[in-house]
């Protein structure tokens, strides 16, 4: 079945450092995906997305990547910070959206 | 623009009680979805609901129940509970669905315990 996966369950930086972190699916014909954040006790809150026409987009401190040829898609924070410390989910669309298992990200201060 | 609301944020109930959750989507958003959350085993789909209509379930069982008023609120009910059933659940609302490679925006999300 249609699947997408995070190939780290955690994930520790050094504040200031850049952070990536990894998504792979398996549907080719996901046309749209998404990145969201989740803080404890709240729900997951949209950071970026990106459609399968771009390989690249970038938000503030966020780039999203996209390579369709092996089907994986990958999340940079520039200057990583505490409030960044969260677990980050990615998306991806078919007949329902299918999500990965997540990545906790902790900053070390 | 008020974000997607659910309510209550907090249940506990007993095993074989029933429960209703409830959503309302952002503004103009038609449809809705549902996911349950737990630790082990992530965020899995429930149902999707777009002008009132069922458009796509998940592998759960029957007694998992939804609903989608014409004002787009939802409902999702759970009857006969188990102690598994314990988990935070999300509604997510988005303009026209996944399908149409809309973005989804989440609640905050109803935490249920089933003691």
């Known amino acids: ?109 | 623009k008020a974000g997607v609301t659910q309510t209550p944020r907090y249940l506990i109930k007993t095993r074989g009680q029933q429960v209703t959750l409830s959503c309302s989507p952002i503004s103009g958003h038609r449809s809705v979805s549902w996911y349950q959350q737990t630790p082990g085993q992530g965020l899995q789909f429930l149902f999707e609901y777009f002008s009132e209509t069922q458009r796509n379930k998940g592998n759960f069982p029957g007694r998992f129940s939804g609903r989608q008023f014409s004002n787009s609120r939802s409902e999702m009910n759970v009857s006969t509970l188990e102690l598994g059933d314990s988990a935070l659940y999300l509604c997510a609302s988005s303009s026209f669905g996944s399908a149409w490679g809309d973005t989804q925006y989440f609640g905050p999300g109803t935490r249920l315990t089933v003691l």
Request: glycine share 10%; proline share 4%; net charge neutral.
């Open chain 1, 1 to 109: 079945g249609e699947s997408v996966g995070l190939h780290l369950p955690t994930l520790s930086v050094q504040e200031g450092d850049n952070s990536i972190i990894n998504c792979a699916y398996s549907n080719s014909a996901s046309d749209y995906f998404i990145w969201y954040k989740q803080e404890s006790g709240k729900g997951p809150q949209f950071i970026i997305d990106i459609r399968s026409n771009m390989d690249k987009r970038q938000g503030q401190r966020v780039t999203v990547l996209l390579n369709k040829t092996v089907k994986h898609l990958s999340l940079q924070i520039a200057a990583t910070q505490p409030g960044d410390s969260a677990v980050y989910f990615c998306a991806g669309n078919g007949n329902q959206f299918y999500f990965g298992t997540g990545t906790s990200l902790t900053v070390i201060p």
